[in-house]
């Protein structure tokens, strides 16, 4: 693998690819999509794709509730909506971003507002949940037990990438909790750790703007 190659030949565009380091280069925040279901095949590829993620002992502590049906995810949307409505220091820092100077930040805080107050556009939704944890951790609320189950979510973001899927990752589930127990039925014993809007893009895949290996990576001590 030639050492350039992550920063040549990056489509911005909207189409799958097969190549693991355009996916990973490339997959970025998607919160517009165009109004067209996903077949469940490909939302089953996406889940068996985080199902090939490592986890603590192999135990694989996890259950992804995959919503497509339209009037769970017009539930959803709406309890999302009315906590945002009445959240007054989430809409400042919103509407403040939006005005920002810089561009990207600009945009960022603008896809947040549409995510809040429009998440029933998305044409699928998925919640990974942890399920039966016991490794490294019992404690679903702690830095470890994510470590059984981020890295699946990774997996799911980049197989929705290669498949021209957009994705963001977000913890909003905490904003959702009940309503997502209620709508859901989900389970005491289970745990949700992300909330992913998914659907074909209406935006692009692209680049994306993070720190370099200059400023992240110290070899052989801090
Ligand atoms: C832990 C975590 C929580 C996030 N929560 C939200 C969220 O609540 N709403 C949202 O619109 N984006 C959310 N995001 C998406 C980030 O804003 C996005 O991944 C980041 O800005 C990088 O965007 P990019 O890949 O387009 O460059 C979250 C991302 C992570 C990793």
């Known amino acids: 693998m030639s ?28 919160r517009y999509w165009l109004d067209k279901p996903v077949p469940r095949e490909l939302l089953a590829k996406v889940v068996a794709a985080a199902s090939k993620a490592p986890s603590g002992s192999n135990l ?38 939006e005005q920002s100077d810089d561009k990207s930040e600009r945009l960022m805080l603008k896809g947040a507002r549409a995510f809040f107050t429009q998440l029933e556009k998305a044409p699928a939704m998925i919640i990974p949940c942890l399920y039966g944890l016991s490794s490294p951790t019992q404690d679903p609320t702690s830095l470890l037990a ?12 980049l197989a929705a ?6 994705t963001v990752m977000t913890t909003a589930h905490g904003m959702l909790d ?21 659907g074909y893009p209406q935006a692009n895949f692209g680049p994306t703007t993070r720190k ?9 001590a801090w």
């Open 161 to 166: 990438r290669a498949l021209g899927l957009g």
């Open 60 to 97: 694989q502590p996890w259950i992804f509730v995959v919503i497509d049906d339209d009037e769970k995810r017009q539930e959803i949307g709406k309890a999302l909506r009315s906590i945002f409505d009445s959240a007054e220091p989430l809409q400042q820092l919103i509407a403040s971003g």
């Open 146 to 157: 994510g470590s059984s189950i981020y890295l699946a979510v990774q997996n799911l973001l």
């Open 178 to 198: 009940a309503d997502l127990r209620r709508i859901l039925n989900i389970p005491d014993e289970a745990t949700p750790v992300a909330l992913i809007p998914i």
């Open 3 to 30: 050492e350039a190659r992550p920063n040549i030949n990056l489509p911005l565009g909207r189409e799958p690819t097969d190549d693991i380091w355009e996916a990973m280069f490339t997959q970025r925040a998607i």
């Open 212 to 220: 370099g290996p200059d400023e992240i990576l110290r070899w052989n």
